[in-house]
């Protein structure tokens, strides 16, 4: 059962779409991640499985939303909470998306951002999602999160390009 938060009931209405807390990841996840996975560059797959073995079956406690349009289920999105240097710190974990669907975006950022009792909440947008992510009252930073890879098979390489990778806070263990 989720945390009761004081500021949402389990279920909120952002004008016609539906965010609600999810205590799995539903089989429609691999819908969005397949219509998402396109825009994403190298990156690790979200679907349905992945998405409850990552979140859902963990001892670490994440806070999952969905959206949903008209009864479909468009968007996904997961919160962590930590402290690190004496700052309470909310991040958004992953957030998986149809292309088109910027309302759902923004609706699930706001209510992970209004769902966390956190100092700042931190997130790496995809570039293509930016806007919704300023929308939703993301400040843009300069910081960087520095990427070192290793190839696992002798006659790989890696995209040095930075575009060429997608990576979400979800797929790190420092946070």
């Not at 958004?92 to 309302?103: H, I, K, R, W």
């Not at 759902?104 to 947008?125: G, S, T, Y």
């Amino acid at each position: 059962r989720p945390p009761r938060s004081t500021l949402f009931p389990y279920t909120t209405l952002f004008r016609s779409l539906q965010v609600e807390w999810l205590d799995r990841f539903p089989p429609e996840a691999d819908e969005i991640w397949r219509a998402a996975a396109p825009g994403y560059a190298n990156h690790v797959i979200r679907d349905a499985q992945f998405l409850n073995w990552r979140y859902a079956d963990t001892p670490r406690t994440y806070r999952r939303f969905g959206a949903s349009r008209d009864g479909r289920l468009r968007a996904l999105a997961v919160v962590g909470h930590t402290v690190k240097q004496g700052v309470s710190s909310g991040f958004l974990a992953d957030l998986v998306s149809e292309p088109d669907a910027d309302a759902e975006r923004v609706a699930l950022l706001r209510r992970a951002a209004a769902e966390l009792d956190a100092d700042a909440l931190i997130a790496l947008p995809p570039r293509a999602q930016r806007r919704s992510f300023l929308r939703a009252g993301f400040l843009p930073t300069n910081r960087k999160i520095r990427f070192v890879g290793k190839i696992l098979n002798p006659d790989g390489r890696l995209d040095p390009r930075p575009a060429a990778w997608h990576f979400t806070l979800g797929d790190f263990d420092f946070f």
